[in-house]
DNA sequence: TCATTAATTTGGC
DNA sequence: GCCAAATTAATGA
């Protein structure tokens, strides 16, 4: 967990339920809270002038949804969805930076995580720009992975489907699906029950 | 539960 | 990569 839960609710944090498909803030509004996923994920994304769908980000159990507006007086970039049954807590912005004031600890945490958003944008950003399919899916998956604490190969269920990945990677759902069914082939991941292990 | 919709997969271009 | 069609899964009345 990113921030402590007892915290933030003892700076006005309240805790909201949300089913999945449900809106929780859209591209354009402005920010009045600190989003903290507690149970659940959420994906942030964008659709593009063709009405095609990029997600920018899938964020679960712990981490913070677009922090980075809380600091800085612009729009939301992107549009929230809850992709599962999931409770978020939200605090109001001032109270958050209040917190962020009387906690030292919190505020590092947040930077930390701020940074490590950062870091694997750029990672992410230079693996969707290569030309080659079976790249991208696999910045994706090592992404992914990279928030779980079993390492071992083949142990991490990719919790995205096709459709998803497609949205993630800029890809062709049909890509996607051939691309992951050479990589099976390959050896790079397995495939049960159209889930993806990695 | 059944009907409808969404997601997945395959094949042709 | 794009489109259409067939199959399967998920959703909801």
Request: aromatic content about 10%; hydrophobic content about 40%.
């Given at each position: 967990?990113?921030?402590?839960?007892?915290?933030?609710?003892?700076?006005?944090?309240?805790?909201?339920?949300?089913?999945?498909?449900?809106?929780?803030f859209e591209e354009g509004d402005e920010p009045q809270f600190y989003y903290q996923v507690i149970t659940g994920?959420?994906?942030?994304?964008?659709?593009?002038?063709?009405?095609?769908?990029?997600?920018?980000?899938?964020?679960?159990?712990?981490?913070?949804?677009?922090?980075l507006l809380s600091f800085i007086k612009e729009t939301f970039p992107v549009n929230a969805v809850a992709i599962?049954?999931?409770?978020?807590?939200?605090?109001?912005?001032?109270?958050?930076?209040?917190?962020?004031?009387?906690?030292?600890?919190?505020?590092?945490?947040?930077?930390?995580?701020?940074?490590?958003?950062?870091?694997?944008?750029?990672?992410?950003?230079?693996?969707?720009?290569?030309?080659?399919?079976?790249?991208?899916?696999?910045?994706?998956?090592?992404?992914?992975?990279?928030?779980?604490?079993?390492?071992?190969?083949?142990?991490?269920?990719?919790?995205?489907?096709?459709?998803?990945?497609?949205?993630?990677?800029?890809?062709?759902?049909?890509?996607?699906?051939?691309?992951?069914?050479?990589?099976?082939?390959?050896?790079?991941?397995?495939?049960?029950?159209?889930?993806?292990?990695?």
């Amino acid at each position: 967990m990113l921030v402590d839960i007892d915290l933030l609710t003892s700076y006005g944090g309240f805790i909201e339920s949300h089913s999945p498909s449900d809106i929780i803030f859209e591209e354009g509004d402005e920010p009045q809270f600190y989003y903290q996923v507690i149970t659940g994920s959420v994906k942030l994304n964008h659709i593009n002038e063709d009405g095609k769908e990029l997600i920018q980000s899938i964020l679960s159990d712990g981490q913070s949804v677009c922090e980075l507006l809380s600091f800085i007086k612009e729009t939301f970039p992107v549009n929230a969805v809850a992709i599962s049954e999931c409770t978020i807590i939200k605090v109001p912005i001032k109270k958050f930076l209040k917190l962020l004031d009387d906690h030292r600890q919190a505020a590092r945490d947040v930077q930390q995580f701020v940074a490590e958003r950062l870091y694997h944008k750029f990672i992410m950003m230079q693996n969707n720009a290569s030309k080659y399919s079976h790249v991208r899916i696999e910045g994706i998956l090592k992404y992914f992975k990279s928030f779980s604490d079993e390492q071992s190969q083949y142990s991490y269920e990719l919790p995205l489907t096709r459709k998803q990945l497609a949205a993630i990677t800029g890809l062709r759902i049909e890509t996607v699906i051939r691309t992951v069914k050479k990589m099976e082939t390959e050896k790079v991941l397995k495939i049960k029950n159209r889930k993806i292990y990695f």
